[in-house]
């Protein structure tokens, strides 16, 4: 079956550590998304990427990065200079860029910070 | 500013019922709207979607009903079951150059056996 794949599903840190989170994709998708989910607040958009090799940031991009190498992954990283990482973090997709058309997500990765 | 005004309420209903579930948006420029489901530790799943030259759209099981005079959406569920219990958002999507999606926050559906 298709889908978007996260990993780790929990991750710990301690504070001041850099951290990655995977995302894989065998949707053949184009576009690509990160968003921060925390309790009682509406999805957040961190970064975005409509094609391989180009990435922008979202609404919430300081203190995390992104690369986009291959069609089928898009990893974030959180880096020490994000003030606040704990978070539920979603990644999605869709086949191509442009509204009008649904997101699928993956199940996430809580992340932990301490 | 700019909102998906889906606070985050609690809905609780009993198995069999209908339940409804609104949700305000404020950009007036939106003209596509989607509702997601999201299961607890689980990523959101598509359940409908509406674009705004339409004012209702039909699923299985599923209505969702725009009114774009008062910029208001709903999604109703016919013969609410146990398996529908989940957070539900609403987001909508517009034009800024490029295009933007606003999400909800939420509400909690509960549904009693």
């Known amino acids: 079956d298709g889908g978007i794949t996260q990993s780790p599903k929990y991750l710990f840190r301690k504070e001041g550590q850099n951290v990655t989170l995977s995302c894989e994709q065998n949707?053949?998708?184009?576009?690509m998304y990160w968003y921060r989910q925390d309790p009682g607040q509406g999805l957040r958009l961190i970064y975005y990427?409509?094609?391989?090799?180009d990435f922008q940031k979202g609404d919430i991009a300081e203190g995390y990065s992104v690369s986009r190498e291959k069609k089928e992954s898009f990893p974030l990283t959180v880096t020490s200079a994000q003030k606040n990482p704990t978070a539920f973090y979603l990644c999605?997709?869709?086949?191509?860029w442009g509204q009008g058309s649904p997101l699928h997500f993956g199940n996430g990765t809580r992340l932990t910070v301490t | 500013g700019e909102s998906v005004g889906l606070h985050l309420p609690t809905l609780s209903v009993q198995e069999g019922d209908n339940s409804i579930i609104n949700c305000a948006y404020s950009?007036?420029?939106?003209?596509?709207f989607i509702w997601y489901k999201q299961e607890s530790g689980k990523g959101p799943q598509f359940i409908i979607d509406?674009?705004?030259?339409?004012d209702k759209r039909q699923g299985q099981r599923v209505t969702v009903l725009l009114n774009k005079t008062v910029k208001h959406l709903s999604l109703q569920i016919a013969a609410t079951q146990p398996g529908d219990s989940a957070v539900y958002f609403c987001?909508?999507?517009?034009?800024?150059?490029?295009?933007?999606?606003?999400f909800g926050a939420g509400t909690r559906l509960f549904v009693k056996a």
């Open positions: 999605a997709s869709t086949s191509t």
């Open positions: 950009n007036s420029a939106s003209d596509y």
């Open positions: 509406i674009r705004s030259n339409m």
């Open positions: 987001a909508e999507t517009f034009s800024t150059g490029g295009f933007k999606t606003i």
């Open positions: 949707l053949n998708h184009d576009a």
């Open positions: 990427s409509q094609i391989v090799n």
